[in-house]
């Protein structure tokens, strides 16, 4: 139901958001001694929610975790590089913007068929 | 962990801010006991440190920080030949604490800059939320 109103919106709406707090915990343990990045493969994550919807199987399992490969390793063995923590904050900030906003859209849509304006 | 609750995005920015608090505090002891004098070895002054350490909540997938403890520098105190001064030993020495001004400066800009990369990402989710909970108006 929730997958033929809303298309692939809303499983990447979800993944978007699981993505920022992913992130946030990159940028917040910037200054711990050992500590390894990790981010989401959003593409890849999708593709495994969607296909697994498809499937009708399951609910999909938590989306993989990938360890960041550091440009260049720190003495302390953290991993963490806050300028591009802080650039894929943003650019995953901006396309939970965009997706919400086609959520937003269709609801519109459903919204005004139901009210028969 | 203080709480049993599953860490949100929220309590996980809060404890950064605190463990970021903890070492700009660290910071500013050294920072202020710079300079500082005593007759003997063991008592002279040492600078501290924060140490921090992930605390992973596996319910959310989301990790905070937690502040270790403090640890004190091995940095000798300096050792200095002032017979004058009232706190000299019947050698007339004095002991002076071995705080780097400089890296406790640093050690301050980095932290402040970190708590501000903290808050920006916090505003930033808190716009995303609000704006979901208010998208079906």
Avoid at chain 2, 13 to 41: C, D, H, I, K
Avoid at chain 2, 48 to 62: N, P, Q
Avoid at chain 2, 78 to 83: A, Q
């Amino acid at each position: 139901m929730n997958e033929q109103i809303f298309g692939i919106h809303g499983a990447a709406l979800e993944l978007r958001s699981k993505r920022m707090g992913v992130l946030a915990s990159n940028i917040a343990n910037a200054a711990t001694p050992g500590f390894k990045a990790r981010d989401i493969d959003f593409n890849a994550a999708l593709d495994a929610r969607l296909s697994s919807n498809m499937g009708g199987g399951p609910h999909p399992a938590e989306p993989e975790m990938l360890f960041r490969r550091p440009t260049m390793p720190s003495l302390d063995g953290n991993t963490v590089e806050l300028g591009r923590e802080q650039v894929a904050f943003a650019e995953n900030a901006l396309a939970y913007s965009a997706t919400l906003s086609f959520v937003q859209g269709k609801v519109n849509t459903i919204t005004r068929a139901l009210k028969g304006e | 962990m203080s709480d049993r609750s599953p860490m949100t995005l929220f309590s996980m920015t809060q404890r950064a801010m605190s463990a970021q608090m903890v070492r700009m505090n660290a910071a500013t002891s050294n920072l202020a006991n710079a300079g500082s004098v005593s007759s003997s070895e063991a008592d002279a002054y040492r600078p501290i440190r924060a140490v921090f350490a992930t605390e992973l909540d596996r319910a959310s997938g989301l990790s905070g920080v937690r502040s270790d403890g403090l640890v004190q520098s091995q940095s000798a105190p300096t050792k200095r030949y002032d017979p004058d001064h009232p706190l000299a030993d019947e050698t007339g020495h004095i002991w002076e604490a071995a705080v780097d001004e400089s890296a406790e400066m640093v050690e301050i800009m980095e932290s402040a800059r970190q708590y501000q990369n903290m808050v920006q990402a916090l505003q930033t989710a808190k716009q995303l939320m609000l704006e979901t909970l208010r998208s079906n108006s």
